[in-house]
């Protein structure tokens, strides 16, 4: 509700191998030009669209139709995105992209609480929008009804319960400490933790002041092993003042 219409940026081709007309998407948005672009961008890749204007509704569809992906915004009359996200998980287990104006650690933080797998801040460029929906697509047609579906981060599939990590389809491999620690700021995914948090949960010891260098040390291995540039840090933020947050 109260957003302007955007212009995606373009950027380059990204090629797919989902582009199937059985994929079946939801896009549920107050705002008719946001639909409608996000409408013709995914079509454009071969992808089935249905809309819907506001949360209530998307409920609705939901329990008429099954989806591949539904894709939310978050401020919208009648019910929210997050409130309809909590309704449609008792419904289906398609993954829930939240495509939404809100920037703050508490909207993701909500997001993701509600349900949602997946969260991306308007204004976007089309190759964004492509790689998200690709990358929780290609999650639910392989895990689809399964319980063991890995956590999916731009080209990250991190499985929880196998302990793998694969990166643009690779296997990373990783120490145990480095694995728990990823996997405690994937469960903690738009939070900044503190040093002291992390440093108690994964290394279950009391926290000393060189456990801070401890910490600081495995976030920079993570870092050589997960970023494109470890010195310019997407994925695993630093949050001053309060520690480290993967969005």
Not at 192 to 199: E, K, N
Not at 207 to 223: E, W, Y
Request: net charge neutral.
């Amino acid at each position: 509700m109260g957003v302007q219409p955007f212009i995606p940026i373009i950027l380059g081709k990204v090629t797919t191998s989902l582009m199937n007309d059985t994929i079946r998407i939801l896009v549920v948005d107050d705002e008719p030009d946001i639909r409608n672009i996000v409408n013709i961008l995914l079509t454009t890749r071969g992808y089935a669209v249905d809309e819907a204007e506001n949360g209530l509704r998307a409920v609705e569809m939901a329990r008429s139709m099954e989806y591949d992906l539904i894709i939310l915004d978050i401020m919208m009359p009648e019910l929210s995105g997050t409130d309809a996200c909590a309704q449609i998980r008792k419904i289906t287990k398609a993954p829930v992209l939240f495509l939404t104006a809100k920037d703050q650690d508490a909207d993701q933080t909500a997001a993701y609480g509600s349900g949602g797998d997946d969260y991306l801040v308007k204004p976007f460029s089309k190759t964004a929008l492509y790689l998200h929906v690709e990358a929780l697509l290609r999650r639910y047609r392989v895990y689809r009804g399964k319980g063991d579906a890995p956590t999916v981060i731009d080209s990250l599939e991190v499985s929880r319960e196998r302990g793998t990590v694969m990166k643009n389809g690779k296997p990373i491999e990783m120490t145990k400490t480095e694995f728990e620690l990823l996997k405690f700021l994937i469960a903690h995914r738009g939070v900044a933790v503190s040093t002291r948090t992390l440093y108690e949960n994964v290394w279950s010891e009391k926290f000393m002041p060189s456990s801070a260098n401890t910490v600081m040390v495995h976030i920079l291995k993570l870092r050589k092993k997960l970023e494109d540039d470890p010195a310019n840090p997407t994925l695993i933020r630093t949050v001053w003042g309060k520690g480290y947050q993967i969005d």
